[in-house]
């Protein structure tokens, strides 16, 4: 036994004990007679002293030698503190050491181990293990583990069996790119990681597994945007005979179940918005309805005038931005170039000064009246102090453009507030959307979810048409998961596989496990998939997934820790009958 | 909300109650005027009635002709079954039918879903959907969920974090062959699946983390012997100031509450053995001590006559077989036809029976006096009505066949019983052992095992000798997990990866990450990791684990349900810059 008790452990009561501890030393002051050394666990810090008068001299002089990080083993007496420290949780003592054993050395750290660190964020990934002994990333991964087991737990008892499936499965174009695996035993044939286990839940409720759920890791060898894995983490959940509202139930019951665990905060029902409605007042299907600022479309009320930008528009948008008429021009001036910057894209922005007076003073005051102005701040809900900004242009881009505009406005203006959580279920998604290059059409969720039942004729006259019985659950503006009712029958599969394109082959020879198992009493279902490191991230109070992982990759897919990817030898290619034409190139 | 109970809970408090039922018709007897179907899901099965006088008449004939795995959804009245079966949790009760709905039509399945089936392994392997339909796998299944919980659960209690390692590592030669993954991204290079989570346990335990678990999976490229998977599940952990006291104490506690949870065993303290002694005593180090039969050596008492097989061995060993004198000759000879087949490889066997008038018959009269014999008898611990089975040759050798014939007389003698649990710590393990073939040292466990401090100068002049602190957990004459204490300096791993044949440089490549991260202040760790897969099926009082995986793969590496793995487009190996040259062949 190394240890009587952890860093963390001590306090008023223990004085008098004698006790051994093991940790890193995170400082040392240095009084000549006297020496204090703060001794760091993963439970806490807790001072121990040494002293002239009541210490060999010889560890006294062995304490003033530690450096930073050396990992020592104490015996020693808990004693009370001179200056009691109330702001830690072992501040009432110190242990008076009367033994000390140098367990390890330690090189001095390329950064600091404090909460604020001076290293950087690429040095602090090649040392992640030394990253991992600061708070705020130990702290993370503590909150992960209590956030997993929670999961697990509520739906454990709720009668979900997590059932592990697969790694090793086979390449289907279901999205994204798979990462493949060549098999050594079967040559020139591949395995791929799973982008997600949804056939494989859909076979588990084929196999009458009923509720199944897993946390579990799931890959897409995609171009890395900011804040993307390669490998990700996903509660993934599926029931049978079910209907849309049982699995929105039971998700929002853990969701709720989450935020009372970790936050104490109780919400009773979620809100819901259709896809229409959310891209309609947000322009965005994954709207942070903490603040308002909701889209007003002012065609009509633009589209009269001799503004030849507005009555060339196919929509023209309006947000109220509370008290931004305080802006100066100047300010006004770089909101109009960050609109316009190419990551945004917008021609312009026209904009209305709602001055306390009730008078409106515009970027286009030659081509509308005061009472054209009074009808916009009317439609936007504006008041006096605010300021009306207004994009225009081709549906899709404007509402994109003006839904950007509105995230920016609400994070300088302190409206995104982290502690405050605003849970909200996006449904009836389209079933498709067309490529506007290609004309084909993609799977809005993916080709496994069912058209509602009322859209079932429309799949052969308007596909475009069709609404799905799909769901997001949108938190604070992010995407924490979603899911859909799911096709249960060959024949629907079978055209859902062939409006995407597939030709009966190829969908027989990807698809065709699944859409056999149709065939062999397959109950109706249902599902959905969390994205664990999303939603922790945000429970935690912070939007960057990376910090909740604990050995993450950056952005071009490396582990720079481990430095991987890396070559193989020749040896191991041959082995799997492969060449690498990378050299060549 | 597609049902009002599950076919599992319907009792006689539910008489009178109209409910909603859904599930697969799992029998249907037509009785012409009166009509029952036997109605199953994942909870139960529940009796359905349709009836002539009390059943519309088209429900009736719709109802006799539903196939079996048709998947409907009922509507009707709880009534009292004229004839109970107290065999069934639902028996008081049947459902008289009042609506019908197919909510999914059922080609008739390649094999019965029964306890029993008429289905061979490969064709239920293919409709493994079906397979788990079946209460044998379908309750294997939830088994190992509830193992898994109650292992996450004493963990965390213990104050383990469960902490996610990535998949996407680097190929390190740590054993088996790795699954390689290559990284279009990074073009030429791969990433490998992990064998195990090893480095990045012990970087968590250099980053301060203490106290880590997660129930991982794990890839190893090997050939595949009967019942290995390409993929398999691990419970890993690893703790930091910690001896290998503290680690079996803590594993030994979960695996005892597991028993207590499970089966409702309570095993007090697992015995502990060395490595030599188990070697020794059973020629194995995973002994079954369910039941006796330990090897006598019996040298010194056989090596002093004229019988040159025996003068001439470096072993003979000898064991009682309680009751088997009662073998005929016949019996006995097919015994030794047993032990001389390739698989087990021995030369011969001798054999004595142990009569009940305290005579001694062997097949080695002409050399062995009755007081040589009574010897051996004394030796085994023999008693009347026993048959002793000597072998000869080799150590190893010897001790391999002898522990084959051990465990293959104790299957045939009832002496394994599954619902019998012996725990069994094997302990003191050789740090290094040496390729008869080519003199190298192989590590024992892995590279990163400590050797016992004692023994750490032995390294430099007879490694051989060296031995670790690393520990086995067995389990019923199974290996259920295993680990050590680690190596935490620098010097040493160094030091161990040179005796194991690695260069400075490639040391370095491969494990440079590891061995900088403990010039930082690395503490001392340990820990062990737990094959989930046997563990359950063990616990689940069977041998196989693929009945207790949900979708496992077969002998030659596929999965014959999806069929994979298999060939990658063109295009696809191009975008990995990759060719393979399988083909060619």
Redesign the interface.
Known sequence: ???SHNCGALSAKDIGKTVTL?G?VQKLRDKGFIGWVDL????GVTQLIFDAERTAPELLQAAKELGR???I?IKGEVIARNNANPNMPTGEIEVLVQELQL?????T?PFTIEDQTDGGEELRAK???????RNPV?NN??F??KV??AV??YL?DQGF???????????TPEGA?????????????????PQSPQ??KQ??M?????RYFQIV?C?R?E??RADRQ??F?QIDCEMA???Q??VLHVFEGLTRHLLQEVHGIDIKEFPRMTYAHAMKTYGNDKPDIRFGMEFAELNELAQHRDFNVFNAAALVVGIAVPGANSYTRKEIDALIDWVKRPQVGAKGMVYVRCNEDGTYKSSVDKFYTQEDLAAWAKATGAAAGDLICVLSGDIDATRAQTSALRMELATRLGLRDPKVFAPLWVIDFPLLEKDPETGHFHAMHHPFTAPKPEHLELLDTNPAAVNANAYDLVLNGNEIGGGSIRI??RDTQSKMLSLLGFSKEDAQAQFG?LMD????????HGGLAFGLDRLVSILGGQETIRDF???P?NN????V????????DQE?LE?????????K?
């Open positions: 036994m190394y240890r093991c890193w760091r666990d993963r439970y990080e050396t990992v083993k367990l390890n050395a330690a090189k750290p040392y992640r293990y030394l990253d991992i002994r130990k991964l503590i992960r583990h997993s087991m697990r737990q454990s069996i997590d059932v592990e499936t697969p790694y090793l499965i086979k390449s790119r798979d990462f493949v695996v060549p098999s050594r035993m079967n040559p020139g044939q591949f395995y791929a990681l056939t494989f076979l588990l084929v196999g009458g597994m009923d890791k890959f060898d171009d890395l390669p490998e983490t005979f079910v209907e509202e049982d249960h029958d496990f198992a149709f065939e062999y009493g397959a109950p109706p992982i604990a050995f990759k071009a897919g490396r582990d820790m481990i430095d991987a990817p890396a070559p193989l191991q082995e799997l009958y492969l060449s690498s034409s990378a050299n190139q």
